[in-house]
């Protein structure tokens, strides 16, 4: 069955500095997503990415974040200065519409 | 603006007793309905769907959700639970059009005891 995969599925970082989340979706998918899940709280809606483009954000998707689809297979979710509260795990997900999310194993972002 | 709500967060059971797992939804507008289960460490796994057609969907391993338009309930039930049930469910809904995103409820921690 075809995945979605994240990487690295773990990433520490010092406060303020830069960290790259990684995603390939499935191939024949057309909406791309992020999601954010602080530890014991609700899975978050943070980005939808369709047709190269960002089709809707949260108010969490601020300044710091952006995401890109640089060569047709990689959807790449950027954090340009981390805070301690950005310290989730982040899951990446494509769909076609309206079938269900494929997600991926998400990345343990930690902060310190 | 949709919202779901879990109001149930968490339910110890007995292994082989049943179990229902309760998810209600706000939304003025029509909406997909979804399930997904986490296991510990892992990602989000899509247990059933509703988009359309009978009320009842089921999932092949023994869960079953039904729609109710009326209640606005989606709840998620499997009449003999495992031990290997044992998990963080999540219901979800969306939009059925526009950018599909999930609004998810926060979660029902489902643990089988032996």
């Known amino acids: 069955e075809p995945e979605v995969t994240q990487t690295p599925s773990h990433q520490v970082t010092q406060m303020g500095q830069e960290v790259i989340l990684r995603c390939v979706p499935i191939?024949?998918?057309?909406?791309f997503y992020w999601y954010r899940q602080i530890l014991g709280q609700k899975v978050e809606f943070l980005v939808s990415f369709y047709n190269n483009e960002i089709s809707e954000k949260s108010e969490i998707f601020d300044d710091q974040f952006s995401v890109e689809r640089p060569d047709g297979s990689n959807f790449t979710l950027k954090i340009r200065s981390t805070k301690l509260e950005d310290s989730a795990m982040y899951f990446c997900?494509?769909?076609?519409?309206?079938?269900?999310?494929?997600f991926g194993s998400g990345t343990r972002l930690t902060v310190v | 603006a949709q919202s779901v709500t879990q109001l149930d967060s968490q339910v110890p059971v007995f292994e082989e007793a049943p179990v229902e797992l309760r998810c209600n939804y706000s939304?003025?507008?029509?909406?997909?309905l979804f399930w997904y289960v986490q296991y510990p460490n892992q990602g989000l796994q899509l247990l059933l769907k509703y988009l359309s057609g009978s009320t009842l969907v089921e999932s092949i391993n023994g869960f079953e959700a039904e729609f109710n338009k009326s209640q606005t309930s989606f709840h998620l039930r499997k009449p003999s639970v495992h031990i290997s049930d044992t998990a963080e469910y999540f219901c979800?809904?969306?939009?059925?059009?526009?950018?599909?995103?999930?609004?998810f409820g926060t979660g029902t921690r489902l643990k089988v005891l032996a």
């Open positions: 979800a809904v969306s939009r059925t059009s526009g950018t599909y995103k999930y609004i």
């Open positions: 997900a494509s769909s076609v519409p309206p079938d269900g999310y494929t």
């Open positions: 191939s024949n998918h057309l909406y």
């Open positions: 939304s003025s507008v029509s909406v997909y």
